[in-house]
């Protein structure tokens, strides 16, 4: 069988707000309702049946089993919509776009919506392990006596909730501990980290006032635009912030050129050539291909968040391109030196010969097009959210150029990466 095109159609999420604020009574089933009845409203969707919905997040509720069905029997889709959920970390909501676009390409479904919600204002508190135990233990109890028994085990100290940890559980070591070893080993420099920081404030907010966003983002809960963003932000106030992450003098990471805390929605609508011709809808890109990659961070090999410089070589390899071939680079600005040592690892001759077997290295790419409309840093990051974000982002930005290709980029925990080639449908 011949795969046929994939097309994205539109996009669509909410304004991302910082951590602990506007949205602090939202669930993640709240905002992914919404991002999904965006799409619906802008795309004539009231009942009907989808392929399927694939989205996700990374922190969870123990309820949100299917996070993503509830969410569709919340909106405006058909009930009879198959939806599942998709836990990749920061990949979440590119993994889901590639879910959705293999099974178009292959015939399985004609239309279906990709997408990701996180909050960490609504993360989930965890009982102590042993108070856990001692209240299941008591759950089993067959009479008053053994349940009396059985909770008389509780100390106090247990009393108090684990709270939630932005860590890697085999280091113990958060995001931004394990990307400060990689930014002293790659000699990121902090000025270089602030430049990045200060263009994607600007080009974000550019992109807002251009009306880029006007049919990518519908506001919700009072906001309009993402929260974190600061237009007015400078090299100079932001070369004054104390590093937050790395110790002593090399220490280059702070709370600006590092992503913020944040809660937020994102979802794109994919489908077959054929079924947005029959509604009318004009596709704004294809999805042309993807790859995921994995690397061993536990035992020092590489840095956690280093994984898409395995998977782009790779997925070059298999379209025949080379680095140069894009007219748009999106990669996630998980921290500013994220993207700076990434490009970096492709300009060493060292790394792409020893590590990733090649002949030369891949070489540089042209600044100017990256990250055009701003990304992560500006926006905030709301974990499984950022992937469907910036399929969303790009794929409008080739339709307006009316031609050309896109490449993602996008980091995410456990040491994985997940990139994909777009292309101007
Ligand atoms: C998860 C995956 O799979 C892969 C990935 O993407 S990894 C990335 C995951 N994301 C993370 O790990 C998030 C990391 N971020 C954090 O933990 C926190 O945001 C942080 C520790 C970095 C900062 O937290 P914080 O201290 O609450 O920051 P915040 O109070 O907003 O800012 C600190 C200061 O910087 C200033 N600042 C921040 N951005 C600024 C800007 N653009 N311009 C000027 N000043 C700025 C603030 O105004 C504030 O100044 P004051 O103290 O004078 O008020």
Redesign the pocket.
């Known amino acids: 069988m011949t795969p046929r095109d994939a097309v994205i159609v539109g996009g669509n999420r909410i304004p991302f707000a ?2 602990g604020g506007r949205y602090l009574k939202a669930s993640n089933q709240d905002m992914l309702t919404t991002a999904i009845d965006g799409l619906v409203a802008r795309f004539g969707l009231q009942g009907e049946r989808l392929g399927e919905v694939a989205a996700g997040a ?1 922190i969870k509720h123990a309820r949100d089993f299917n996070l993503t069905r509830e969410a569709v029997l919340g909106s405006h889709l058909s009930p009879e919509t198959p939806a599942y959920d998709v836990q ?4 979440t909501g590119l993994e889901t776009a590639v879910l959705v676009a293999n099974k178009i390409a292959l015939g399985q479904i004609d239309a279906g919506i990709a997408g990701g919600s996180d909050t960490t204002s609504d993360a989930p508190l965890a009982l102590n392990d042993d108070l856990r135990r001692t209240l299941m233990q008591a759950n089993y109890a067959k009479t008053p006596q053994q349940r009396l028994k059985a909770l008389t085990k509780i100390r106090p100290a247990q009393l108090a909730p684990e709270q939630p940890r ?1 860590a890697e559980p085999r280091t113990g070591l ?3 501990e394990h ?1 400060a070893i990689t930014a002293k080993e790659w000699g990121v420099p902090r000025e270089a980290q602030d430049e990045l ?2 263009r994607s ?1 600007q080009n974000l907010a550019a992109a807002y006032d251009r009306g880029f966003f006007d049919d990518l983002v519908t506001p919700y809960l009072g906001l309009t635009r993402d929260q ?1 963003l ?1 237009p ?3 090299v100079e ?2 070369a ?2 104390k590093p ?2 790395g110790k002593g003098e090399g220490a280059t ?4 050129n ?5 809660d937020g929605a994102a979802t794109v609508l994919l489908s077959s050539r054929e079924w947005a011709a029959e509604r009318g809808l004009t596709p704004l890109a294809r999805f042309v291909d993807a790859e995921t990659a994995a690397v061993d961070y536990v035992t020092g090999n590489e840095g956690l ?1 280093m994984a898409p410089a395995y998977a782009v070589p790779r997925l070059l390899a298999r379209n025949g391109l080379t680095l140069q071939d894009f007219d748009y680079y999106e990669i ?1 600005e ?2 500013a030196s ?1 993207v700076l040592a990434t490009l970096s690892a492709w300009e060493s001759e060292e790394f792409c010969k020893g590590k990733l077997g090649l002949d030369a290295p891949l070489g540089s790419i042209d600044r100017d097009k990256l990250n055009v409309n701003g990304s ?3 926006a905030g ?1 709301p ?1 499984a959210a ?1 992937g469907a974000r910036i399929v969303a982002s790009l794929a409008k930005q080739l339709h307006e150029k009316g031609s050309g290709r896109g490449l993602i980029s ?5 040491g ?1 990466g997940v990139v994909a080639i777009l292309e101007a449908a």
């Open positions: 910082r951590s990374v990749q970390a920061c990949g932005n958060s995001m931004g990307m920081t200060v404030h974190n600061r007015d932000s400078t106030a932001l004054k912030l937050v992450f990471m702070t709370a600006a590092s992503t913020p805390l944040t968040l996630h998980a921290f994220t992560s840093l500006a990051h974990f950022t996008i980091c995410a925990a456990g994985q």
